[in-house]
């Protein structure tokens, strides 16, 4: 079935330590995005990828980074994660960046001790 | 209606009836819009979107209405059913490349009674 895999699930990680989020789509979409969910907060921009190549930062990219290697993956890094990092992080992509709706993965559901 | 603070608006209706969910945004250079429908453990799955051009469109038993003017959106939901029992967000885009940069609400809990 077409869509969005993202992976972990979910994870359980100490604060200090780096943690990569895989997101993997096989639409051949152009355009890629990374949200995190927090209750009373709804979705956030972290950071996004009109092309492969290319990134660029959302509204909370402080604390994450990503890369755009080819079309298909968009991982999402964190280099020394912290308890505000707890959330469930969504990945998302568009066949382009403008006029069509998102997709998005089942998400992550990150926890920061 | 959606709004700022922790607890999400909720909506309560019976089986059969029409649910009406309302979103204000606040960026007058909005001019796409999009309502999303999120079950418990999974992501956002796209309902409708609707442009600036226009001030309704209709899917399958789901309508969304713009109003410019006053600048709030909703979404109508005809005859529901308890899959329609979820988390329903807004999000808003301005022209351009910035359409996948969507600027989501917070959601409203809709609970569809049998």
């Known amino acids: 079935i077409a869509g969005i895999t993202q992976a972990p699930t979910s994870q359980i990680l100490a604060a200090g330590r780096r943690m990569t989020l895989r997101c993997t789509q096989d639409?051949?979409?152009?355009?890629m995005y990374w949200y995190r969910q927090d209750l009373g907060l709804g979705l956030r921009l972290i950071h996004y990828?009109?092309?492969?190549?290319?990134?660029g930062k959302g509204e909370v990219p402080d604390g994450y980074s990503v890369s755009r290697a080819n079309t298909d993956d968009f991982p999402l890094t964190l280099a020394s994660a912290v308890p505000s990092q707890t959330s469930v992080y969504f990945c998302?992509?568009?066949?382009?960046?403008?006029?069509?709706?998102?997709?998005f993965g089942n998400g992550t559901r990150l926890t920061v001790t | 209606g959606e709004n700022v603070g922790l607890h999400l608006p909720t909506l309560s209706v019976q089986e059969g009836d029409n649910s009406i969910i309302n979103c204000a945004y606040s960026n007058s250079a909005s001019d796409y819009f999009i309502w999303y429908k999120q079950e418990s453990g999974k992501g956002p799955q796209f309902i409708i979107d609707?442009?600036?051009?226009?001030d309704k469109r209709q899917g399958q038993r789901v309508t969304v209405l713009l109003n410019k003017t006053v600048k709030h959106l909703s979404l109508q939901i005809a005859a529901t059913q308890p899959g329609d029992s979820a988390v329903y967000f807004c999000?808003?885009?301005?022209?351009?490349?910035?359409?996948?940069?969507?600027?989501f609400g917070q959601g409203t809990i809709l609970t569809v009674h049998p």
């Open positions: 639409m051949r979409h152009n355009a």
């Open positions: 998302a992509s568009s066949p382009k960046p403008g006029n069509s709706p998102l997709h």
């Open positions: 999000a808003e885009a301005a022209g351009g490349t910035s359409y996948g940069k969507l600027t």
């Open positions: 609707i442009r600036s051009n226009m």
């Open positions: 990828s009109n092309t492969a190549g290319t990134t």
